[in-house]
């Protein structure tokens, strides 16, 4: 396993290492539905070469009720760090992706 799966696994079971963020969608929903979705977003393993090429471990999706679920481990660049694009990928503006999965 890589380093960055065993990274990402770390973040997904534990939220040791990272921040947490959900999107308004999962927020509005009953906080039990909310803590039902995140266990099973930490335990998830269903991951194959199908959907996970690159074997990091960053992206899931699951059947939840009638909705699916998706789940992204993306790494957030420091504040104090500099953006030196184009060849950092970090820089990219990720606002949009975010805005769409509301």
Request: charged share 25%.
């Amino acid at each position: 396993m890589s380093t960055i799966a065993e990274l990402n696994d770390t973040i997904r079971r534990t939220g040791s290492g990272g921040t947490v963020v959900v999107t308004s969608g999962i927020a509005a929903l009953p906080e039990e539905a909310q803590g039902r979705i995140l266990v099973l977003v930490a335990t998830f393993d269903a991951f194959t070469e199908n959907n996970d090429p690159y074997g990091e471990h960053a992206f899931g999706s699951f059947d939840f009720g009638e909705q699916t679920i998706f789940w992204k481990n993306r790494p957030l660049r420091p504040i104090s760090q500099p953006c030196v694009p184009p060849s950092d990928e970090l820089c990219r503006d990720d606002t949009r992706a975010d805005r769409h999965a509301r």
